[in-house]
């Protein structure tokens, strides 16, 4: 499976972004992680393909939204209110399993992944 990511780019903090991730096969669960420079790799989203089932991290609710988007067959994250600690590296992730909800948050749950797509945010 090949993920193809898009989005991302630099915005003021308070501010706007969307980004996309197309499976190139049909999984099961998708999600984001992000990496900021010198910070391990974390867990920000996931959602079922079937759109039944999200989560999100602590830090990121309330303001990222994930969601599947039937039109283009693709996974969005919707982010607002940026803050700069929002600046990494963003992820897109798959699996061809339902995992189960308290394993999304672990890398090691998902089998594909992206092309990483930076996000900076900064006055």
């Known amino acids: 499976v090949q993920l193809q990511a898009s989005g991302g780019g630099l915005v003021q903090p308070g501010g706007s972004l969307r980004l996309s991730c197309t499976p190139s096969?049909?999984?099961?669960?998708m999600g984001w992680f992000r990496q900021a420079p010198g910070n391990a790799r974390e867990f920000v989203a996931a959602i079922r393909w079937s759109g039944s089932s999200y989560h999100y991290a602590d830090s990121v609710k309330g303001r990222f939204t994930i969601s599947r988007d039937n039109a283009e067959s693709a996974m969005t994250l919707k982010m607002n209110s940026l803050k700069p600690e929002d600046t990494a590296v963003y992820y897109c992730?798959?699996?061809?399993?339902?995992?189960?909800?308290?394993?999304?948050?672990?890398?090691?749950?998902?089998?594909?992944w992206g092309q990483g797509t930076l996000v900076t945010v900064s006055s």
């Open positions: 992730a798959a699996s061809r399993s339902r995992v189960i909800q308290s394993a999304v948050k672990s890398a090691s749950m998902y089998d594909f």
């Open positions: 096969e049909r999984v099961l669960t």
